[in-house]
Each structure stands twice: as structure tokens, then as C-alpha cells.
């Protein structure tokens, strides 16, 4: 199983990206996936994650800004990320679990991670 992040970059606050996370090596459905972040000198953090049946979890901080979608023919994982701020800035990684028996940005055992894109956000 391989997930490669794209789509990370600069943006100014205010502003918004769009992430992308593309999975291969498997042909079976995921019980969870998900992105978190890691700023520098912070834990990884949950930040938006979807089940197998399409349910929706936020972290708080991103409630309203950010949204996490799927396109199951593209095997791909988005996030659609608005109204940015610096304290956005990070790493961003997709994760994904076939075997999760729970799934929200609390969790942080996933089988499989991406490499991760960068995210900064300027003032």
C-alpha cells in the first residue's frame, strides 16, 4: 500500500489549498482514512477523517474551514482547506486503516502513511 500527498504550498491567511492524497496497492475499502498535521516542535495532530460509509470527523480547530472528501474511482483523499491561518502551517499526512474499529481525529494507530506535504501559511 503507498499514499502520496500532493497539493501543499504557501498561501497567504485567508487563503486556501487543496489536498490530495492518491492510494495504491490495494483493492479493498479502507475503514478509516484521514489527515493530520505536524507543525514544528508540535505533536501530530488529527485533523479531518472519513469512514468507510462516508461519516465526517473534525478537529475543532478546523471545524467550517476545512473539508475532507473522497472519489472512490480515483482512490484518492482530499482536503479542501479555506479561510487558512498561520497556525495551519505544517506537515500534512494522509492515513489510512482497513482494520480501524473506530475512526476520528483522536485516532493516531493508522497501518499505512503518507510522506506528507507542506502547508505554510504567512500573515
Known amino acids: 500500500v503507498q499514499l502520496v500527498e500532493s497539493g501543499g504550498g504557501s498561501a497567504q491567511s485567508g487563503g486556501s489549498l487543496r489536498l490530495a492524497c492518491v492510494g495504491s496497492?490495494?483493492?479493498?475499502?479502507?475503514?478509516?482514512m484521514g489527515w493530520y498535521r505536524q507543525a514544528p516542535g508540535k505533536e501530530r495532530e488529527g485533523v479531518a477523517t472519513?469512514?468507510?460509509?462516508?461519516?465526517?470527523s473534525y478537529a475543532d480547530s478546523v471545524k467550517g474551514r476545512f473539508s475532507i472528501s473522497q472519489d472512490l474511482a480515483k482512490n484518492t483523499l482530499y482536503l479542501d482547506m479555506i479561510s487558512l491561518k498561520p497556525d495551519d502551517t505544517g506537515m500534512y499526512y494522509c492515513?489510512?486503516?482497513?482494520?480501524?474499529?473506530?475512526?476520528?481525529?483522536?485516532?493516531?494507530?493508522?497501518?499505512?502513511w503518507g510522506h506528507g506535504t507542506q502547508v505554510t501559511v504567512s500573515a
Open positions: 492515513a489510512a486503516d482497513p482494520f480501524a474499529p473506530s475512526c476520528g481525529p483522536n485516532r493516531r494507530a493508522f497501518g499505512y
Open positions: 472519513m469512514d468507510k460509509s462516508g461519516s465526517e
Open positions: 496497492g490495494y483493492n479493498y475499502m479502507m475503514n478509516c
